[in-house]
């Protein structure tokens, strides 16, 4: 596989209009396009998603035949995501509740947090777990992006080395879009709820 193609897409979990998490992934995603990948950002405010339950098929839960499509559809998956009460944002959890090993399983994703304070660790530890669970191969680089209020001046890193940071997951998600798998994890194989998605 070239580099050109590559798809890489990136699911934004934050609904505010002045999200940061959404300017930090349209960077990453603009430094895989100059890998040479095609890009696509998928905004979750544009999807009706109702919050998940098991016991709705996914083909009668809005957008979310349409969402899981797009995953499947792409080499590599940015998950980015406000950090709120130590974890990653509920718009992000259903997007994923709807996803399962279909979706996920041996493909390349990136990991990208945002918060108001201090690194955002604990989220991206969250959303690695939920990757890991689906046998998805979680880039070693991750971006995380700390006292976001002052880290963006129209919507542009004021810190070149944030700027850096995410840029280089950018260019990772091209990199790492096709490598190997790893086997199975123990995770996914007690994760039940991703089967037959």
Known sequence: MSDSDIHVAAICGSLRDGSH???A???ALSAAERAGATTELLDLREYELPIFDADRDRANAGDAELLATRVREADTI???SPMYHGSYASPLKTALDYCGFDEFEDKTVGLLAVSGGSFPV???????SVARALNAWVIPHEAAIPSANSAF???????SSLETRVTTLGRRAVQYAAIEPDPDSFESDQNV???GK
């Not at 001046?153 to 004021?158: M, N, Q």
């Open 78 to 80: 940015i998950l980015g």
């Open 25 to 27: 992934l349209e960077h």
């Open 193 to 195: 709820g991703a089967e």
């Open 122 to 128: 604990t989220a991206l530890e969250h959303m690695r």
């Open 21 to 23: 998490t959404r300017a």
């Open 153 to 159: 001046h129209d919507g542009e890193f004021v810190d």
